[in-house]
C-alpha cells in the first residue's frame, strides 16, 4: 500500500493513499483517523481531522509545531501501521462498529425517481426495495454539507448515475442513489442524486468507518414519526 504526503498551505497535511480499492482502504484510514486523534504527544498539535475514501486531511496549530515536524511524526504513524504484521487483526475495522439502522419510506410519493431507477435497472420496485434495504453499507466520508454521508458500496444491479442536470430542490431527509454510493440529504438542498425515499430520522449520529443499515417503513409509519417529531 502506496502513501505520499501533502502540504497543503502551512497549516494542513494531506495523507494521500494510492493504488488501493476503497474498501480495503476504509479500516486503513478508519484506525489511522482513531490513532491519531488519541495521540498524547498531539493533543496540542491537531486542530482537527478529515477522513475520507483514501486520504486524511490533518489540519494543526502552527504555534505548537512546524510542518515538517509533525510530517515526520504523521510517517511514522502511517508506517508503523502499514507494517503491521497482520493488518486484518490489528486494523481497527469499522465492522466492530456499531451497525446503525435508519427507517427509510420507499412510497412512490417520497421517491420521484424510483421509477425510473425500475426501468433503468430492469428489477421491479419490490425488488430494488429488498436489494437496497437488505444492504450493509459503509460510511467513507462526510461532505457536501454537514452529516451528509456516503455510504456504499450500492449492488450493482441497482447502480444508476446522477441527474445530468441537479434539482433545485431536494427535500430533507431523501434518499438517493449515485452510481455506488447512497446518501441521504440531511437538510433542503439542490442535488443531482436518483431520490429512492425519504427517511424521518435525525442524522447527526453518521461518521467515517460506522456501518449502515436501512429499514423499510411504510407511508403510516413515515407520518406518525413525523408526528412525534413536531410534538
Not at 84 to 92: F, Q, W
Not at 187 to 207: C, D, E, R, V, Y
Request: charged share 15%; aromatic share 8%.
Amino acid at each position: 500500500m502506496q502513501y505520499q504526503l501533502d502540504m497543503i498551505g502551512y497549516d494542513a497535511i494531506m495523507i494521500r493513499f494510492t493504488d488501493t480499492d476503497n474498501t480495503q482502504l476504509l479500516p486503513v484510514i478508519y484506525t489511522l483517523n482513531q490513532q491519531l486523534k488519541s495521540a498524547p504527544n498531539l493533543s496540542t498539535v491537531i486542530i482537527d481531522i478529515i477522513p475520507s475514501y483514501q486520504t486524511l486531511l490533518v489540519s494543526f496549530n502552527i504555534l505548537n509545531m512546524e510542518q515538517h515536524q509533525l510530517a515526520d511524526k504523521l510517517h511514522a504513524y502511517v508506517k508503523r501501521l502499514l507494517n503491521t504484521a497482520s493488518p486484518k487483526s490489528n486494523h481497527a475495522s469499522p465492522n466492530t462498529v456499531n451497525l446503525i439502522t435508519i427507517p427509510v419510506c420507499y412510497h412512490e410519493s417520497l421517491a420521484p425517481d424510483l421509477e425510473s431507477l425500475s426501468q433503468y435497472s430492469a428489477l421491479s420496485i419490490n425488488d430494488i426495495i429488498q436489494i437496497h434495504s437488505s444492504t450493509i453499507y459503509s460510511c467513507y466520508a462526510i461532505g457536501f454539507m454537514p452529516n451528509f454521508a456516503y455510504l456504499g458500496d450500492v449492488d450493482k444491479r441497482i447502480q444508476i448515475p446522477r441527474h445530468a442536470k441537479p434539482k433545485d430542490q431536494v427535500a430533507a431527509g431523501s434518499l438517493g442513489i449515485a452510481d455506488n454510493q447512497t446518501a441521504i440529504y440531511p437538510k433542503s438542498s439542490p442535488g443531482g442524486w436518483q431520490i429512492i425515499g425519504q427517511s424521518p430520522a435525525a442524522l447527526n449520529t453518521l461518521s467515517v468507518g460506522c456501518q449502515v443499515k436501512f429499514s423499510a417503513i411504510s407511508l403510516d409509519e413515515f407520518n406518525r414519526y413525523d408526528q412525534k417529531a413536531d410534538a
